[in-house]
Every structure is written in C-alpha cells, then in structure tokens.
C-alpha cells in the first residue's frame, strides 16, 4: 500500500499589520493584510493577474477561475470577492485549507466558489476537466519555497488542456534552486513560444509567467485601455505590468 507523504504543518506570524502563511518554516507563503483582506499584499501575487492583460476588456472576468496552490488565499479572494468570477482552488494540505478557513478570510463553498483538497496534478489531469477554465493561476511550492512541486512538461500540457479557447495561465517560478530558463522553456514547448510572456522578476526573486491557449495579440493601444481599465476597476498596477512584461525567446 503506498502511504502519502507527510506534508508540512501550517503556521502563522504577524508583524505590521499583516499576517503571514508559513509551512513550518521561515519561508512567506503567503500574505494578507488585516484591514485589507482583499487586498493582494505582496508584489508577486500582484502581478500574477497580469493574465488579465491578456483578456479583453469586456471579458476579462468571465469564464471561471481556477487556482493550482492555496497559499493565504490571496489570489482565491481576489478572484471571487473582486473579479467575482467563479472560482475553484486545488490544495494538497488540509492543513493549509484549515488555516486560509481560520485566519485568512477564506469564504466556505457556495455557487461562486469551489474548494478541493486534491493533488494538482491529478485534478489537472482528469479529463472530466478539459477545457473548463478560462484562468489558471499556478503557486505550487514546497515548504522550503525551493523549487516548484510541479514543473514538467505533461503537466504544463495537462493545464493548457484545462484552459478553454482563449484562456490565459500565470505562473510563479520563483525558486533559489531552480532555473528559471528550463522551467520557461518546458512551458514554451507546450503553449508555443508565441504564447508565452515574462514579467520581470520582483525583488525577491519572483518571475512570473504568462502563458495562453490561442490569444490574439493586441496591439499596444488597446494593451494601454486594457492597463487603464484594470487600474480603474480593481486598483492593480497594470500599467507598471506593460512596461516590465517581454515575450520569452530561447
């Protein structure tokens, strides 16, 4: 009988007015604000909605939104609360669940949102799920936030199959470990280098990368109102995401 792997306590912190998600170490997995719980506190959470430039602008909340690593929730929030997309989030550790449900707003299961405590990887892989998101935002890290847990080819491929026409992916590669260029690379040989963008890394170390299944690339008018309309609405930096974002070449 296969036994599952132990997986890492979840723990707490809070300094300034934020608390924090650890997993049993010092490494931040996430953040919220206390009296902004809807906010997106750090920088590289921020800028994994980048994917919104990508969408048009009367689009860019429809279709569903799927989340690929709990973290504090954040993006969930977001998306939900915000956006007020449908929204399902996959997460390995109940324990994490159990602490995003206590001490980071997390809302319970209604008809706009979905939890599952699955592994990403086998949700992804299911074919009852083709096709069924129009975003994808993956987070997956270890409790060291070394590497990520998932990073091969079949399932970049599997996630592109959950996308539906026109559905963008973001994905933090962040990792002291890992290289980016491969990790970029393996997601380019399954969307095609055409569909795949960078955003420059954040100052500690986060590079974000925005991947899509058969976008139409506007030009750099209609990116600046679509920059100017997310700012608008939902208060993030999109026009600050169009001057760091570049296409990825080999």
Same mark, same amino acid.
């Given at each position: 009988?296969?036994?599952?792997?132990?997986?890492?306590? #979840? $723990?707490?912190?809070?300094?300034?007015?934020?608390? !924090?998600?650890?997993?049993? *170490?010092?490494?931040?997995?996430?953040?919220?604000?206390?009296?902004?719980?809807?906010?997106?506190?750090?920088?590289?959470?921020?800028?994994?909605?980048?994917?919104?430039?990508? %969408?048009?602008?009367?689009?860019? *909340?429809?279709?569903?939104?799927?989340?690929?690593?709990?973290?504090?929730?954040?993006? $969930?929030?977001? /998306?939900?609360?915000?956006?007020?997309?449908?929204? $399902?989030? +996959?997460?390995?550790?109940?324990? +994490?669940?159990?602490? /995003?449900?206590?001490?980071?707003?997390?809302?319970?299961?209604?008809?706009?949102?979905? =939890?599952?405590?699955?592994?990403?990887?086998?949700?992804?892989?299911?074919?009852?799920? =083709?096709?069924?998101?129009? +975003?994808?935002?993956?987070?997956?890290?270890?409790? &060291?936030?070394?590497?990520?847990?998932?990073?091969?080819?079949?399932?970049?491929? #599997?996630?592109? @199959?959950?996308?539906?026409?026109?559905?963008?992916?973001?994905?933090?590669?962040? @990792?002291?470990?890992?290289?980016?260029?491969?990790?970029? &690379?393996?997601?380019?040989?399954?969307?095609?280098?055409?569909?795949?963008?960078?955003?420059?890394? $954040?100052? &500690?170390?986060?590079?974000?990368?925005?991947?899509?299944?058969?976008?139409?690339?506007?030009?750099?008018?209609?990116?600046?109102?679509?920059?100017?309309?997310?700012?608008? %609405? !939902?208060?993030?930096?999109?026009?600050?995401?169009? %001057?760091? +974002?570049?296409?990825?070449?080999?």
């Amino acid at each position: 009988m296969k036994r599952e792997p132990t997986l890492p306590e #979840a $723990t707490i912190s809070e300094h300034d007015g934020v608390r !924090y998600l650890h997993l049993g *170490t010092p490494w931040v997995q996430g953040a919220m604000r206390l009296k902004k719980p809807q906010v997106l506190e750090l920088e590289y959470v921020q800028r994994m909605m980048a994917w919104m430039l990508w %969408r048009p602008i009367a689009e860019v *909340t429809h279709g569903r939104a799927l989340q690929l690593g709990l973290g504090a929730g954040s993006i $969930t929030r977001f /998306c939900r609360n915000v956006l007020h997309m449908k929204t $399902t989030a +996959v997460e390995l550790n109940p324990m +994490v669940i159990s602490a /995003c449900r206590l001490w980071f707003h997390l809302p319970g299961d209604d008809a706009r949102f979905t =939890l599952i405590n699955d592994d990403a990887a086998r949700y992804v892989a299911d074919p009852a799920h =083709l096709q069924s998101a129009a +975003v994808i935002n993956v987070d997956l890290y270890d409790h &060291e936030a070394a590497a990520p847990v998932l990073d091969d080819e079949s399932f970049y491929a #599997a996630c592109r @199959g959950v996308l539906s026409h026109g559905g963008v992916m973001s994905v933090n590669l962040f @990792g002291r470990d890992a290289s980016f260029a491969r990790s970029a &690379e393996r997601i380019a040989a399954v969307f095609g280098l055409e569909q795949v963008w960078s955003l420059r890394p $954040t100052k &500690e170390g986060n590079t974000v990368v925005v991947a899509a299944r058969n976008v139409e690339v506007p030009d750099r008018d209609e990116l600046v109102a679509r920059a100017d309309n997310i700012e608008h %609405r !939902y208060g993030l930096p999109a026009r600050k995401w169009l %001057r760091m +974002v570049r296409p990825l070449y080999r």
